[in-house]
């Protein structure tokens, strides 16, 4: 679809946005890179991977983009081809970070010059960081909205929270399972060591390592704290119940007697004081009584 | 009970359905395979496994087939013999995929050539990636019925929601414990190399191992999601039992005063203000006034 | 109390039957074996164990026999002692297959010839051979049951469903318990190369470990799926509370508002239309009305 | 508080009970101790640990004390000293089992010689195998209370289960707290041979990390049978509850509807039928039909 | 913001509070320190590490602060510089133990010896020895919280049992993710010997990494306890719905058959014995003989 190029001392960034078959085409041309590598930059969701080659590494890279209809996080893909003097990704165009920095480099002098200087394991550095920039803002959305749920769980509706409950934890169900992979992937490029990475890069790689471990620490952390509250959420309900039970218990039990008694006094049979004029206010006498009898037992019991 | 043979240059495919009593004594005589290994072919479900000779190889792999009377997915067992020159498979006819690539090798010139003319081992990287396409084909129908209960869990009867969760999740078990052995068996043709696979295979059975990984990432996934599944619907099944519960406090709440009111004056006693005309109006009034009071109470306390 | 010996070539079996003070002395004058092996023998339950000497083998297995009465499958250890020449097993004689077989050896050249023929090893294999059938036997029984339960739990009464899912719950447990050990000294056995275990039984002890691994498999198996039973049995009946909750709510809704109506046409006071003589049949015809209104209403929401 | 001695061939057993600052200051003159192990002997509770010196041991053990009032086992420590000659415990005088074997020795010959002829090492064996039998006592109690448990789940009141499977549970967790570390600790005096711990002493040190490897295998299985329980009980409560508002539903479907007749045949306003003289009895009948229908639909329903 | 120091010997200790640019600036120029490290050191909340340089140590340790208000405990960090002859600390000041030996070496010339007399390595030592104690106090408050929860579960009204075990988890699951990095961090310390930390002292850091495993295995006992504690308590909610259910079951079942035996007797029609003068009192003998069978029938069934 779009293939866009920004070069700057002897490295060159190609950026394929949606790539074709002709890009392919293109790639295949004027680059050593095995059919395999360039079938797979078409083909949909691969693993991720680092495919090491005598003079140019394929890396297949996943990272989450929250889809707010069906609100859970999907996995977005960017495969990268990097080898002495050139990097190239190819995605969907979705990654916002990704598109960014490109922009900055295209545009920027001081950008280009600061992220692609040094050689195209720079330039890998640098996108990896602001990746995971943007995979720590997602996970702090997450956590934003797990604190919601913890400050309405004593207070709110149970129908919201549960939802929300739900909703979380399937996100954070497919973060994990995006996220665990790339620590392997990372991991992988800060070990060994290529020419077309300079030397003194491994540090730098170590910081994107420890960005994408934060990551999943948070998301283990997160994952704990929902399933307290999901556990939290089903005690509460429970407990509601009771509560609702015991009212309606502490009505009729209340009620019932009374009613009772003045069904016996409708009764259509000689019925004992029915003829004195102060029966009524001796019947609701002893209904006061009865009731009292019953709340001061109720109090007794706690269950007013 | 069937047994068939396709001829490529210097590879035959046996594939050999049901295989009965006389198929064995025909491999016997004209194959150097240990009786143990022939036994098995006759028996029952044997644990995955390569065994590993001078001369051949005999893979036991396991395959699930979707039962729809049962509602779970059952083994099905692949037997095949690998040696140099000759790959056979035995197995009872339910595996559509393998049966579907004997068919094209069958009649098609083209097909033939494609996975049989480098020998034993593509023919059988063949077989294999046709499978996992199966498998994952399987996986994704698993991932369909659980995304339509996550569409409905919300609204849906929930007799439906938990029924359909047990039935998953039992088969999500049962994939489980089919795949998960399979990796083995497929990292181990991976990792050795023999004389009758033919050299830079491996790659291609990277892919293999690759797949099955996959499809075991993915069962993991539908089995945290159906939890989560299962989790939600037993919260939400509970909200419903309290709303129902107060529902019909509310009701009572409600009813039940009234009901006593009435009672009351249905009493066969002299009452208060019996013999006026409006005392109707006046009771009726009462009651009103009883219920308008108790609703503003349950709006305060969010009941209604 | 009974001490039995089948010889055949060069291999004598001797099978001791709840061994007495005087069988172990009787092992202790004419038998190289440790003191603390032969006091083993009389305590109670060890754990299971594979003590290796120079001259001779001292094996603690364990299987499992199911007790009708506690409804649950208890330990039954046999102490092998397996030397040059000799295999002595002690027991309490509760083990059919091991009794089958000694009988079988006992009474029938050929089954003699085809397990003692080759030596000590050979028998051995062939009494764990039979053991691993004989466990696979009971595992089956267990999956029969669960399968019991899985056909009749959205429609038998829950309280056997619970009662069922206890037990089959409880009873895998203790089969894991008895059943896990097992793999770990019989892959002893398997690794080891000793003189009087003859040479090229490996790949038959290969067999025995694999049905123990098969075992546990299965086992594993079992406990997930009573876990998914477990589960959606608590759904179960959280759902059909709520469905005995609604029908209550509905029933009392639909009639406590008409109670209340002839309760007020009750009441001993001038009312209106109370002279009118159809002021009954318009009187039933709004409790219809508020009847068939309730009934619509109901429905909307689903409730009926 | 108190220290006394036991000697026996070359060995002396000191027994401290309640260590006070004297005894200490006695200990660090006479022995060649590390101040900070005479120090851990006056502190409370320190991590189970053997800490090793090049002529003696410090040893720091942990069992079980059973808290009747608590109902839950707390932590009991035992320090030990042991090098050439000489074997010093300090502790509080709980532990029965090291006070009984410690009078043992004091007074009866046989018992001395018995534990003390063969150097330290074996007297620490027979302190150590006193213990595990302890242990194991403790365990057979928490078995016999699950058990019981066990057979009264199904007819006992839930309020009994569910307090005696909380205060069981509470104390496995505080025994496997306890027992874990000491595998550990006994595992390390069975691996490193000492001067000072005879040779030939580890096939017995075995002996006790045996003992309480199945001490651990016990708990996990307790662990297990509780958590059954637990499980089981709930749903047990799950279905009561449901039983419950079965019957009350039942009841209130059986009498509202003949309530209600009632009350319509109780109106102040003219009845059909209301002069004829076996109204009574027709009404009667009528309520009658009504409860045998009503009975026969839920005999249907399997609600009665 | 305030930077203070305490010097002694040849090590200085130099304490900054809310390190300003200033503060960073100053340490640049006259240590030697990587510039990373000090970027962290203004940065907010980084892993817990140690980064090992030639000539010093840069090493981020978190500490738990617990938050009155939000009932949790938040992370607070301490970043430390050590090197030869010299020990930095910068941290936001909430860290109480800390500031309290910085203190006391600043005033107490004997505190200052102490501590400081035999390095650097002494004085991390101290620090981290005081970290600990305060982190068991913690870890000891929750315990408490704990033990009131246990001793009310059986007695409390649950809504104080269930918001009180949800927000101690919430705690302890906070807690366990501060605490677990930093036993890594201090292995690490304990592990590697540098000539700034003088010899000898490894024995001292096993002290503080033994302090921060028991603080580990205490917070696990912790978690235990409070998911057998939530898991009680939803028991125990259980069961109470049922109770609640059955009082309400048992008043309804005893009270409506009356109600009925009134309203049949409150029908305007002729009835039976309507004109006998004990009419009334055979009917109330009638109430009283059905009210007494009931009672007794529910004895039986244990429902009262």
Redesign the interface.
Known sequence: MSMRTVIENKVSWINIVDPSQEDIEHLRRYYPFHP?DLEDCLSSIE?PKVDEYENYLFIVMHFPIYDPHARISRISEVDIFIGSGYLITLHNGELTPLLRLFEECHKDERARSKHMSRGAGQLLYGILDRTVDYVMRILTQVGSRINQV?EK??TE???YI??E??VI??DV?ALR?IIKPQIGVVSNLERKDRPFIREGME?YFGDIV?GF??AW?ELE?HR??IE???????????????E??????V???L??????L????????????????Y??YG??GTMVVIVVGLVVLFRKR?WM
Chains 1, 2, 3, 4, 5 share one sequence.
Do not use: H, W
């Open positions: 395999l693993r913890e769980i004593f509706d149970m129908r549960v939802e409950i739900s934890r399937r169900i399972r540090v420890d471990s934060r620490d952390d704990e704290v307290n509250l999901s556990s939290t959420s089903d005690s509460i309900t429970s407990y509601r119940i009771n609702t039970m015991r009212t309606l218990t009505i009729s039990v009620l019932l007697p009374l009613t009772l003045a069904g016996i006094y409708g009764m259509n049979i000689s019925l004992p004081f029915d003829k004195q004029p029966a009524f019947l609701i706690k």
